[in-house]
């Protein structure tokens, strides 16, 4: 009974144990199929690029003219005052509502089709069956994409920041903090972006189709970005509490409604963002956040964005896994 | 060697189910025909043994017991879907470096003289081939990655007679040299008949009957003789379909080594009688129990 107690043959299970398809071979792959999305992407962010340069040079240009317009009371500079506030704060406007957007479409144009394409011409049925096995295939493909549009739309972002830098000065109303300003700078940007390509991604696996996962993934976006200006910015742990009302000494604090906290009207660019006062005797308290507290915001904004782009190529991985049929 | 073992495997979409109840096992070497009507269930079991569908009971394992979409499955099984689907936008030769970058064996000089003898121009993009050359340039994909065994979805239907032929040929000279097994599903089974080893029937989402052909042959026998006598012997003998005239009656039987009743004469069944007769057979018609299969596609 020898045979019993001799060790398992290698080689009988050696098909089961194969060395996996290497994870480098992705890079390649990933560039085949969608270099045309990658060399879209980079072409349209380049081309807003080169326009937000040349405004840029422009709106400069503009902006050093009337802060070294003396005397700042003779109507040629108050000509070019108001020149500057209207023509120029106009386009600035636009630029900044369509960066707002641009997440939304940079989803639902990038992240879409990425897995829905696939369902929809059925060559998922070739891409599954490969060596290289469905996990590997989607989570090489969805970090490479993720990483490659954040880079893309970071490197925009710092071309948009500088460009809108003269009206941060000019407008009373608008600080780094500001909702739509927030959003368009630092890590912001680039991680909105990313959570869209993810949320694009996630969506058109569980909607198997592509202008059903682009319509979804505007919906979402949009929804988060509301809630999030709405009620999540204002709870991240940065609040300082005070009493010393010399900090806010230009302000009768309006409360308004969506932002749970409001810019005083008249406020210098630099000014914090109230969030409630409140009076304790004869003392006023004042909850804020001042705007040095700018940099720890946007990593706890891109910390937290970037946690969700993680869970949703997961939860995507996971729908890959489990499809059936 | 079993390259495709299943156990009592089933796949259900809404209501209806695809395939039921489904045991087999298909052994290695030789091409398998998987043969059935459209709506059969072909295609979902081919899409369970390559791991796209999930079953909904049962098992299914491959290549003597590995779990189907295992890294060891997915390394020696190549698939060829159903209107074998290939990126578009890429070129031919795209769809080469995709496929070799993807597995960690291909045979790029094999794939490249294959694609040079068809015809089929290596920059040209995969959307503007014609349907026949998509579905030579899958094959030569599949058969370029040197599996040992190739699952092929209907791969003959987008094809015109002359390169059907072209396409079996090439094949079965692919088994001949690598000894590769084959399964192979097809509507139509005129084209099979000389090449398959194996045959599977499969009917409204059940397992009609599966085996060696030659041995299939060899065990079912047309009975015809007296109608009268006809009940007595249908109650001893396995019939399979019972066919019968004013005073003639037709037994196919499967009766392998049985004496053939006196009175009665006994002729060999063509295979395409016996897929005929194994479909159309009473016995085994879709449980009434559970509704109705429907080819749905995957």
């Given at each position: 009974m020898t045979v019993l107690t001799l060790p398992a043959q290698p080689g009988q299970d050696a098909g089961h144990a194969v060395r996996p398809v290497p994870w480098r071979r992705m890079i390649w792959v990933t560039w085949a199929q969608h270099r045309a999305m990658l060399i879209g992407l980079t072409a349209v962010l380049g081309a807003v690029a080169i326009f937000l340069f040349a405004m840029g040079l422009y709106v400069h240009h503009n902006f050093s003219a009337l802060m070294a317009c003396r005397p700042q009371a003779s109507p040629a500079c108050q000509a070019l005052n108001s020149s500057f506030n209207s023509t120029d704060w106009t386009i600035a406007n636009t630029l900044d509502i369509l960066m707002?957007?641009?997440?939304?479409?940079?989803?639902?144009?990038t992240g879409a089709a990425v897995m829905a394409r696939e369902l929809e011409t059925g060559t998922f049925r070739y891409a599954w069956t490969q060596g290289i096995g469905r996990v590997r295939w989607t989570i090489a493909k969805l970090v490479l994409l993720g990483v490659a549009i954040a880079i893309?739309?970071?490197?925009?972002?710092?071309?948009?920041?500088w460009f809108f830098a003269p009206f941060l000065q000019q407008q009373d109303t608008l600080t780094v903090l500001s909702?739509?300003?927030?959003?368009?700078?630092?890590?912001?940007?680039?991680?909105?972006?990313l959570m869209s390509f993810t949320v694009g991604a996630f969506l058109g696996m569980l909607l198997r189709r592509v202008i059903a996962a682009m319509a979804a993934t505007l919906g979402v976006y949009l929804g988060l970005a509301v809630v999030t200006w709405v009620c999540l910015r204002q709870d991240y742990p940065v609040a300082l509490v005070t009493s010393n009302a010399s900090l806010f000494n230009y302000a009768i604090n309006r409360q308004s409604g969506a932002g749970g906290g409001s810019f005083p009207s008249t406020a210098p660019n630099n000014s914090p963002w109230v969030l409630s006062t409140w009076n304790v005797g004869r003392t006023v308290w004042w909850r804020y956040i001042p705007v040095s507290r700018f940099w720890p915001m946007q990593f706890i904004e891109g910390g937290w964005l970037l946690v969700l782009s993680v869970l949703l190529i997961a939860a995507t991985v996971w729908l890959v896994r489990r499809r059936a049929a | 060697m079993n390259v495709i073992e299943t156990g009592c495997l089933g796949k259900r979409y809404g209501k209806s189910w695809a395939l039921l109840d489904?045991?087999?096992?298909?052994?290695?070497?030789g091409l398998a025909a998987l043969v059935g009507p459209n709506g059969a269930g072909k295609s979902t079991l081919m899409n369970m043994a390559v791991g796209l569908t999930v079953p909904t009971e049962g098992t299914v394992t491959v290549l003597g017991g590995r779990h189907v979409g295992s890294p060891g499955a997915l390394d020696d099984i190549a698939f060829?879907?159903?209107?074998?689907?290939?990126?578009?936008n890429l070129s031919v030769a795209d769809m080469l470096h995709l496929t070799k970058n993807l597995n960690r064996r291909f045979d790029q000089s094999f794939a490249r003289a294959r694609l040079a003898e068809l015809d089929i121009p290596?920059?040209?993009?995969?959307?503007?081939?014609?349907?026949?050359?998509?579905?030579?340039?899958?094959?030569?994909?599949?058969?370029?990655?040197?599996?040992?065994?190739?699952?092929?979805?209907e791969p003959l239907s987008a094809l015109d007679p002359l390169a059907r032929q072209d396409f079996m040929a090439t094949v079965m000279t692919a088994m001949a040299d690598d000894g590769m097994s084959v399964l192979l599903s097809s509507h139509a089974l005129a084209e099979l008949e000389r090449v398959a080893d194996y045959l599977i029937v499969l009917g409204g989402g059940r397992l009609r009957i599966a085996g060696d052909i030659g041995d299939l042959l060899a065990e079912h026998l047309m009975l015809s003789g007296?109608?009268?006598?006809?009940?007595?012997?249908?109650?001893?003998?396995?019939?399979?379909?019972?066919?019968?005239?004013a005073a003639q009656a037709h037994l196919l039987v499967r009766s392998a080594g049985r004496?053939?009743?006196?009175?009665?004469?006994?002729?060999?069944?063509?295979?395409?009688?016996?897929?005929?007769?194994?479909?159309?057979?009473?016995?085994?018609?879709?449980?009434?129990a559970r509704t109705e299969p429907a080819e749905v596609a995957p």
């Open positions: 707002n957007l641009a997440p939304a479409l940079i989803g639902a144009f893309l739309t970071w490197a925009l972002s710092q071309v948009f920041t909702a739509t300003v927030f959003d368009t700078r630092g890590i912001a940007f680039a991680a909105w972006c | 489904c045991t087999l096992a298909v052994p290695e070497g060829m879907a159903q209107d074998a689907p290939v990126y578009k290596l920059n040209k993009k995969s959307g503007k081939l014609s349907g026949g050359q998509q579905a030579q340039v899958a094959l030569t994909i599949a058969l370029a990655r040197r599996p040992r065994l190739l699952i092929l979805d007296p109608a009268a006598e006809a009940d007595a012997h249908a109650a001893r003998l396995e019939v399979v379909q019972d066919r019968r005239a004496p053939v009743p006196p009175g009665w004469e006994a002729h060999s069944v063509s295979l395409e009688e016996l897929v005929l007769a194994y479909l159309r057979a009473p016995g085994s018609k879709p449980a009434g």
